[in-house]
T-cell receptor, first 115, second 109 residues
Framework: IAGITQAPTSQILAAGRRMTLRCTQDMRHNAMYWYRQDLGLGLRLIHYSNTAGTTGKGEVPDGYSVSRANTDDFPLTLASAVPSQTSVYFC??????????????FGPGTRLTVL | GQNIDQPTEMTATEGAIVQINCTYQTSGFNGLFWYQQHAGEAPTFLSYNVLDGLEEKGRFSSFLSRSKGYSYLLLKELQMKDSASYLCAVMDSNYQLIWGAGTKLIIKP
């Protein structure tokens, strides 16, 4: 059982390029999340999806978009990358959204550098 | 605004006990989580508190006081493998997690 996988593991990207970070889970979780983690800051929510077919904006959504065509996949797209999007990106999932106590399971992360 | 505060870094000795504090101010409260994150890895779940009091799980315990907006994570019989960052997160009224910046715990032999 893989849990959550993310691809790529790391990427160096030129500013202005488009990039999609992939996330797949095999736990049949309803809710999925994208976070970025920057040194000295807590994890910040970019976008989330409570169930397949729905998405919502988190704390820092600008410059990012997501889709949730099915239960398993939740890709994150940077339409035109900028250096401030250099970060480590974590995808996470939980059994339900709004389920108090539902722990979130995290993927291994994607380290993205935008030059 | 919403705010989670925890110390940036702590140092402790192998075999000892350490307490990592977390204070929070959030819009609503639906529980507090502690996660462990080793360098270069993903966060992993440690504990969840929604009622006041102490929850014990092996060498790790977590305490919550909702009236004080305060929690702590207690690690006993420290081992070298406990060297990691410990993240405090509060689930707000929208059932979103608000994360602290994490406490880096350094264990010395």
């Amino acid at each position: 059982i893989a849990g959550i996988t993310q691809a790529p593991t790391s990427q160096i990207l030129a500013a202005g390029r488009r990039m999609t970070l992939r996330c797949t889970q095999d736990m049949r979780h309803n809710a999925m999340y994208w976070y970025r983690q920057d040194l000295g800051l807590g994890l910040r929510l970019i976008h989330y999806s409570n169930t397949a077919g729905t998405t919502g904006k988190g704390e820092v959504p600008d410059g990012y978009s997501v889709s949730r065509a099915n239960t398993d996949d939740f890709p994150l797209t940077l339409a035109s990358a900028v250096p401030s999007q250099t970060s480590v990106y974590f995808c996470a999932s939980s059994d339900s959204a709004g389920g108090a106590g539902d722990e979130q399971f995290f993927g291994p992360g994607t380290r993205l550098t935008v030059l | 605004g919403q705010n989670i505060d925890q110390p940036t870094e702590m140092t402790a000795t192998e075999g000892a006990i350490v307490q990592i504090n977390c204070t929070y101010q959030t819009s609503g409260f639906n529980g507090l989580f502690w996660y462990q994150q080793h360098a270069g890895e993903a966060p992993t779940f440690l504990s969840y508190n929604v009622l006041d009091g102490l929850e014990e799980k092996g060498r790790f315990s977590s305490f919550l006081s909702r009236s004080k907006g305060y929690s702590y994570l207690l690690l006993k019989e420290l081992q070298m493998k406990d060297s990691a960052s410990y993240l405090c997160a509060v689930m707000d009224s929208n059932y979103q997690l608000i994360w602290g910046a994490g406490t880096k715990l350094i264990i010395k032999p």
